[in-house]
């Protein structure tokens, strides 16, 4: 992710430093090699393959660090979501603002345990109603889910259909005895 080049001066104190789109000049950084590791710096094929597999497992490692950085990020996103029901009551007041106009219309109620009973309705009416949007969205991922698992199993299928058991008794035997 760091690419450095040597700088237009020619001094070879400074290079310049390409990090992710961000260029700035820094101090050229001297390598101090051990005499050991200065003999198998000078041996050939063995020790650049050795270093290249080092360079590749090392750029693997920085690549998974990344995807597993991603995936907590997503996860912590996600965890609000699934640890209890969505949160609508924003939703509700718009809705029930329609309804406000004939409640002041209608004359006051004389027993109060009628007005109780109402806000008990209300409140499980809104109740079912978060319940009703909690359960479209769960329909709705585990939709997802499943479109997700039915293409993984046509490729699946595609490419056990493309062995070459399933062709002529002939073609088997000559890729069995290659």
């Known amino acids: 992710m760091d690419v450095a080049s040597k700088s237009d001066s020619g001094d070879g104190e400074w290079e310049i430093c390409n990090d992710r789109g961000f260029i700035y000049k820094r101090r050229r950084r001297r390598r101090v090699l051990d005499p ?14 050795a270093e290249q597999r080092r360079c590749r497992r090392d750029l693997r490692r920085r690549c998974l ?20 029901p969505v949160d609508l009551t924003p939703a509700m007041p718009t809705e029930a ?10 004359p ?30 769960l329909s709705e991922s585990c939709d997802y889910v499943d479109s ?16 070459p058991i399933w062709g002529s008794p002939r073609s088997l035997v000559l890729s069995l005895s290659k």
Do not use: W, Y
């Open 148 to 163: 997700l698992c039915n293409e993984k199993e046509e490729r699946l299928l595609q490419s056990l259909m493309a062995l």
């Open 108 to 137: 006051p109620h004389p027993d109060p345990g009628e007005d109780i009973q109402k806000s008990l309705v209300d409140d499980l009416l809104s109740q079912v109603e978060i319940q009703e949007a909690v359960l479209r969205k």
């Open 65 to 84: 660090l990344h995807l597993r950085d991603l995936f907590r990020r997503e996860l912590e996103l996600l965890e609000p979501l699934s640890s209890g």
């Open 97 to 106: 603002a329609p309804e406000a106009p004939p409640a002041v219309a209608e």
């Open 36 to 49: 050991v590791q200065a003999e198998a710096g000078t041996s050939a094929a063995g020790d650049s393959e």
